[in-house]
């Protein structure tokens, strides 16, 4: 299975500011999803994240908020922007492999005060 | 996707089965079973997934109803550090649906000396 390297693992943020979550993966993956895990709840996905077009967002999520880059097929990121107390939370990626089951990132706890 | 249901909470003891039940009767002819698990907010964790023929690796087994409509996660030896909460989630394999993961709130598995 593919492995994933996210950064930062963790952040304390000014409200107002911006934060970009990077994730490299091991391997050439087509697709990689964000998702977002605000506390005491499960993950909601954010976006699919495709390598030479846009990326997809899922209702509730607009671009200006959360811009994502995919400049090559092993890298994304994925910017917090304008942060206010609501938005934190634990933000994850993951592979669109399913070879082995999706791989997750380990996961960006951000906190904005 | 389908949804699955799922039980709040569970407890099992230290050496045992843990079993933990999925409810999916909406599922579709080509969506799979996944189960994920994620321990303190750390990245979900792929366990296990499968169509209709039941699944084993070295984790834990997976058990599909004929009819597909529920399954049954099987960890046969539980340990403390299988605590953590287990995610039951129905995907397609392809399509605009490929890659995404629903999480719904999932079943805390508490494992007990």
């Known amino acids: 299975s593919a492995v994933i390297s996210q950064k930062p693992s963790r952040d304390i943020c000014q409200r107002g500011t911006s934060l970009t979550i990077q994730c490299q993966v091991d391997s050439q993956v087509t697709m990689m999803f964000w998702y977002r895990q605000q506390p005491g709840q499960s993950l909601t996905l954010i976006a699919t994240a495709n390598q030479g077009s846009e990326a997809t967002y899922e209702s509730g999520f607009v671009i200006d908020k959360f811009p994502i880059s995919r400049p090559n097929l092993t890298f994304s990121t994925l910017t917090v922007s304008n942060m206010s107390p609501e938005d934190s939370s634990i933000y994850l990626c993951?592979?669109?492999?399913?070879?082995?089951?999706?791989?997750f990132g380990s996961g960006t706890r951000l906190t904005v005060v | 996707d389908a949804k699955t249901t799922q039980p709040p909470s569970m407890d099992c003891a230290e050496g045992r089965a843990a079993n933990l039940p999925c409810n999916h009767s909406?599922?579709?002819?080509?969506?799979?079973v996944y189960w994920y698990r994620q321990i303190h907010s750390q990245g979900p964790q792929y366990i296990i997934h499968g169509l209709k023929n039941n699944e084993t690796n070295e984790m834990a087994s997976l058990i599909i109803t004929e009819d597909r409509k529920s399954s049954t996660l099987i960890l046969p030896h539980a340990t403390l550090r299988d605590t953590a909460v287990y995610y039951c989630i129905v995907s397609g394999a392809g399509g605009t649906s490929y890659g995404k993961l629903t999480f719904g709130q999932g079943t805390i598995l508490t494992v007990h000396p």
């Open positions: 909406t599922i579709s002819g080509n969506e799979y």
């Open positions: 993951s592979d669109g492999q399913a070879g082995y089951g999706y791989t």
